[in-house]
């Protein structure tokens, strides 16, 4: 066999290939065993990699197997199964680098955060050395990327200041391609959270003004999964619900505040629990579709904003609201102290527009524990829409319905100024409300249960800046309080006397409390103590001055309800005084909840030294036959003629002598039996001639020691007080 003889030039050739190719095979080999062996003197960190192979021919690059582990060395920090890249290149020719795909599979990473401090910032440490600038710049290499398919992708991140896991497995992104520096880049992300939902992207990048257009769309994303963050700034032990949005968000990379977002949000199935597991705030469904969000102009307009079935519990214990304690405060440091304390943001203005509102099947519930008898009350069906005013341009519209504690229902109608707090107008209507569901504030401040009523009531206000405008009308049917307890309370008012005053023979009270205000006290947040006061004043007037409310009631003068004078030594009263009776009558008559004490005031000592002076004076001119008026003098004499053995009277005043004359006996007996026809006479004609119950009016006789009473003539003086206790009455109105 003849021997093949090359040239010399040939086997250099051909040693040369294969000095290329032992080198091309050993390359990524090599590549892989110094990654492994120097990692942790270029990155700080031990790193693994199964092997390394490259294709030549096609120009693709894969990685398998690849282990980045913590500074501990032995937690994995990131890896991944599989990682092929995939390089054309002849573009290289023109500064130009494609990348045909890159396909990872299997990627994992580990985020750990510990306040301000990750567990990769030890690989992030600026590079301290200077960098020299080129003098004469290069043109910009250009980046192609096709076909980016992340498959499979695990990411786990740890709040351990929290103690909080989010984990997003199923990451799958598909790129179909970008170019960096070149005009746009477009880049899409889908995952899955583990606790539940998905996650689908899509970024648009124009590199040339450096703005970018984000479209996100959750599908069903658990709300526990921020749970801890919205804990670390309320008062709250758990929140609930599934996320589900689509959004688009636009910005600019230049600046972090100029941020826009639109698109349509929903959860469903949200619950908001306090400290003590309660549910305090919970909604079937909560939707809100995004108009316009700026962030850097602080403005946000919602198309619509709905809550399906809302249930909130509002809560009073002492002197606060549980959602006005909800908020932590937010710590803040003192110049100079290093010490942190505690104060609220700083308000900034911020613009809101809604374009609907809407609440459907609502409830509340309220309770208050601030009192000694703890109160609750349930307000449902609620029906409440809101939209732009058509009459006024900038204005919104409200409109809402509700049930009272499945008794009573509640109407609501406003319009409000929104640039303007002090503009609005407000009507509402409350109707068939049951008094005896708020007995316990009835006990707690008055020591008067409530034994039966119903409440309808209505507001018509017009407010604008420093001026009020408010018609408010007030109907009690057959409102009765039971006796008082006798406990200690906070205002000792007869109330039972208010209702007496107030109410009509058929248990009515139809009151009218209009209110006209002006100067700076005209504010939202005081109209409700406005009005309340306003009518509240009505019933204390009535309370603690009975006689004016009567009269102003009944149109008469005060004066005339609270004394009926009487005649000297007759039984019936003059027609002036009788009409003063017939006054009283009718009230009782009109007022069935009312009685009067009767009080027959008398000074005896005057009394009697008058009715001893008019009975020596009718004597003589008895005697005498005459009519005219007798002098002190010559009644004196007359008496002192009549008295001759007693010589003590020869200096004493002509009522001591008169008095002498017919003796303190015969005068009381006197004095007590005018007392008493004039008594009989008033209870009689009360009674049998008006009709009134004599369970209605007390008069007694005998004057206490209370009652300083100085004329020398009787007089009966009139109190007012509640009358006996009425049946409950639920009557519907």
């Known amino acids: 066999m003849k021997a093949l003889h090359l040239k010399k030039r040939y086997r250099i050739l051909i040693g040369f290939i294969i000095l290329i190719s032992a080198l091309l095979f050993a390359a990524p080999r090599a590549g892989r065993w110094y990654i492994v062996k120097h990692g942790h003197e270029f990155i700080g960190r031990n790193i693994y990699i199964n092997k390394i192979r490259i294709n030549y021919f096609t120009g693709t690059l894969s990685v398998y197997d690849l282990k980045l582990f913590e500074q501990d060395d032995k937690t994995v920090f990131v890896s991944f199964k599989k990682l092929m890249i995939n390089i054309d290149y002849f573009p290289l020719l023109k500064n130009e680098i494609l990348i045909k795909y890159i396909m990872l599979d299997d990627p994992y990473a580990q985020v750990l955060q510990n306040g301000d401090s990750f567990n990769f910032s030890d690989m992030m440490k600026t590079d301290s050395s200077a960098v020299r600038k080129d003098t004469i710049p ?203 304390t505690a104060q609220p943001p700083a308000e900034e203005e911020f613009l809101f527009r809604f374009k609907s509102l809407k609440i459907t099947d609502g409830a509340m519930l309220f309770a208050d524990k601030s009192i000694k008898y703890p109160f609750s009350y349930t307000i449902d069906k ?137 100067g700076e006290n005209i504010r939202v947040g005081n109209l409700r103590k406005i009005i309340f006061r306003t009518i509240g004043n009505l019933f204390i007037k009535a309370a603690v001055s009975p006689v004016n409310m009567i009269a102003e009631l009944a149109k008469v003068d005060p004066d005339k309800l609270k004394e009926i004078c009487l005649p000297f030594r007759e039984a019936i009263p003059d027609k002036n005084n009788l009409d003063r009776v017939d006054i009283l009558a009718d009230i009782l008559n009109r007022k069935p909840g009312l009685a009067i004490n009767i009080i027959y005031c008398l000074n005896r000592e005057k009394y009697t030294d008058t009715l001893a002076h008019f009975m020596a004076a009718d004597e003589y001119r008895k005697i005498t036959g005459i009519s005219a008026v007798v002098a002190d003098s010559t009644l004196s004499a007359y008496l002192t003629g009549r008295m001759p053995g007693d010589t003590s009277h020869t200096s004493t005043g002509i009522n001591i002598l008169c008095g002498k004359y017919y003796g303190a006996d015969r005068l009381g007996t006197l004095t007590d039996s005018i007392r008493d026809s004039q008594v009989a006479y008033l209870q009689q004609y009360l009674s049998r001639d008006k009709g009134i119950d004599p369970g209605r009016f007390r008069i007694i006789a005998n004057m206490p020691d209370s009652i300083k009473y100085e004329s020398p003539f009787a007089t009966f003086r009139t109190y007012f007080e509640a009358g006996e206790e009425s049946p409950a009455d639920s009557t519907k109105m």
Do not use: C
């Open 138 to 340: 290069s043109k910009p290499v250009k980046y192609i990327i096709d076909n980016i398919q992340i498959s499979r992708g695990f990411v786990t991140y740890t709040d351990k200041v929290l103690n909080h896991i989010i984990s997003m497995n199923r990451i799958d992104l598909d790129i179909p391609g970008f170019t960096w520096n070149s005009d746009s880049t477009k880049l899409g992300v889908n995952f899955r959270f583990v606790d539940g939902g998905k996650l689908f992207s899509d970024l648009e990048v124009n590199q040339t003004d450096s703005t970018y257009a984000l479209r996100l769309r959750l599908d069903s994303l658990n709300l526990n999964i921020i749970e801890p963050y919205v804990a670390s700034n309320m008062y709250i032990s758990a929140i609930h619900g599934l996320l589900t949005s689509n959004i688009r968000i636009r910005g600019d990379m230049r600046s972090i505040m100029k941020l826009s977002v639109s698109g349509m949000n929903r959860v469903s199935g949200f619950e908001l629990l306090d400290t003590l597991n309660r549910k305090i705030f919970t909604s079937e469904e909560v939707t809100a579709d995004i108009d316009t969000f700026l962030l850097d102009r602080n403005r946000l307009i919602l198309n619509s904003v709905e809550f399906t079935k809302p249930s909130v519990l509002v809560e009073k214990i002492d002197t606060s609201y549980n959602w006005l304690g909800l908020m932590k405060p937010t710590p803040v440091t003192v110049a100079g102290t290093g010490k942190a």
């Open 382 to 518: 609620i029906l409440m829409t809101g939209s732009p005013d058509k009459k006024n341009p900038g204005w919104l519209d409200f409109d809402m319905k509700a049930e009272l504690n499945k008794t009573g229902s509640f109407r609501a109608d406003m319009a409000v100024n929104p640039d303007n707090p002090y503009e609005m107008d407000l009507s509402l209507d409350m109707s068939q409300f049951l008094m005896k569901d708020v007995e316990p504030y009835f006990r707690h401040y008055f020591a008067f249960p409530v034994t039966g009523g119903r409440l309808n009531f209505s507001s018509h206000n017009s407010m604008r800046s420093g001026y009020l405008n408010s018609n408010n009308s007030i109907y009690f049917r057959k409102f009765t309080l039971g006796k008082k307890t006798g406990e200690k309370v906070e205002y000792n008012y007869p109330l039972r006397l208010a209702l007496g005053i107030l109410s009509d023979k058929d248990g009515i009270i139809d009151l009218k409390a209009p209110v006209e205000m002006k």
